[in-house]
């Protein structure tokens, strides 16, 4: 369940980069720079090694409670 929740998120934020992309396009809007485009990325890499922390948690837990 928590694998599913982390997905989740990398999905909405690939969603949120994608859409701020294309509605720059759409709208002749200046393009992300690289550096904002890498702080994006790094933002993202955050969220999910949190997310892999959050999950092994909880499978720590569920081990924990099992035994």
Do not use: F, H, K, Y
Request: charged letters at 25%; a negative charge; zero cysteines.
């Amino acid at each position: 369940m928590a694998q599913w929740r982390a997905l989740a998120r990398v999905g909405s934020n690939l969603n949120q980069i994608a859409a701020a992309l294309n509605s720059a396009r759409l709208t002749g809007a200046a393009m992300p720079s690289l550096a904002d485009i890498r702080d994006a990325l790094l933002a993202l890499r955050s969220t999910l090694l949190a997310a892999r922390t959050d999950v092994e948690t909880d499978e720590e837990i569920d081990q924990e409670t099992d035994t």
